[in-house]
């Protein structure tokens, strides 16, 4: 069984936790084994009945302490361009674009391998 690792650091719960959680019930569909690594501040995740195992951690770094190198992750934040430079390097990263990105540094996403955008607006954003 394939396994994909998610990473939703958010302490709130929003349009991204949907996301994520809807990604996990459709990957569990396909086949795939989902970790999904959650902010240990966000209690909510408890009570969204994810199709996943849900991990509670503190930080980044306790999540790549776990992870086996090549992993496939896909991130729900944008990673910081030395954060995405050194997960890219160990790891085949992707994210998710939940909302634009004005006003908001995406140069981390030059190091992810592929982005999934929830609108050409927000996709543009990136770009831009």
């Given at each position: 069984?394939?396994?994909?690792?998610?990473?939703?650091?958010?302490?709130?719960?929003?349009?991204?936790?949907?996301?994520?959680?809807?990604?996990?019930?459709?990957?569990?569909?396909?086949?795939?084994?989902?970790?999904?690594?959650v902010?240990?501040?966000?209690?909510?995740?408890?009570?969204?009945?994810?199709?996943?195992?849900?991990?509670?951690?503190?930080?980044?770094?306790?999540?790549?302490?776990?992870?086996?190198?090549?992993?496939l992750?896909i991130?729900?934040?944008?990673?910081?361009?030395?954060?995405?430079?050194?997960?890219?390097?160990?790891?085949v990263?992707?994210?998710?674009?939940?909302?634009?990105?004005?006003?908001?540094?995406?140069a981390?996403?030059?190091?992810?391998?592929?982005?999934?955008?929830?609108s050409?607006?927000?996709?543009?954003?990136?770009?831009?």
């Open positions: 069984m394939r396994t994909l690792y998610q990473i939703n650091m958010q302490r709130h719960f929003g349009g991204g936790e949907v996301y994520a959680r809807f990604a996990c019930a459709a990957l569990a569909e396909l086949g795939w084994r989902v970790v999904l690594y902010n240990a501040d966000a209690d909510f995740w408890s009570r969204l009945n994810v199709k996943a195992e849900v991990v509670p951690v503190a930080s980044l770094n306790e999540v790549a302490a776990a992870l086996p190198d090549r992993s992750v991130t729900h934040n944008v990673l910081a361009v030395h954060e995405a430079r050194a997960w890219s390097a160990r790891y990263v992707a994210g998710f674009l939940h909302m634009p990105l004005f006003d908001r540094d995406p981390g996403l030059n190091h992810y391998k592929r982005l999934f955008a929830v050409r607006h927000v996709l543009d954003s990136a770009k831009a």
